[in-house]
């Protein structure tokens, strides 16, 4: 058993609640990836100068998207890589 089971107490929690904690953080995943879906599907889909993206690209935006969250210390700024890339090539 995790220790954050044990500090949560879900440890303590009788068979059914735990079955129904599973399921209700099973769906926030899923409602994640949905929203990580919705949030690829941003172009026009008449506009065919874009082609859609492939199943690995998806792929690729989702593990990225879950490291960025799970290593939030990892992150730096987009502004800030831009103006050290800019520097680096002027």
């Known amino acids: 058993m995790s220790t954050l089971m044990t500090q949560l107490g879900i440890d303590k929690l ?3 609640r735990r079955i ?3 399921r209700d953080i099973q769906d926030s995943v899923d409602a994640e990836d949905s929203a ?3 949030r690829m599907q941003f172009r026009d889909p008449n506009d065919t100068s874009i082609p859609p993206l492939s ?3 998806i792929a690729e935006l989702r593990r990225r998207v879950a490291d960025m969250e799970a290593n939030p210390d990892d992150q730096e700024p987009a502004d800030e890589v831009i103006a050290r ?3 680096k090539w002027q």
């Open 20 to 22: 129904k904690l599973v």
């Open 55 to 57: 199943d690995a690209q």
């Open 85 to 87: 890339l800019l520097a």
């Open 36 to 38: 990580i879906d919705s």
């Open 14 to 16: 009788p068979r059914d």
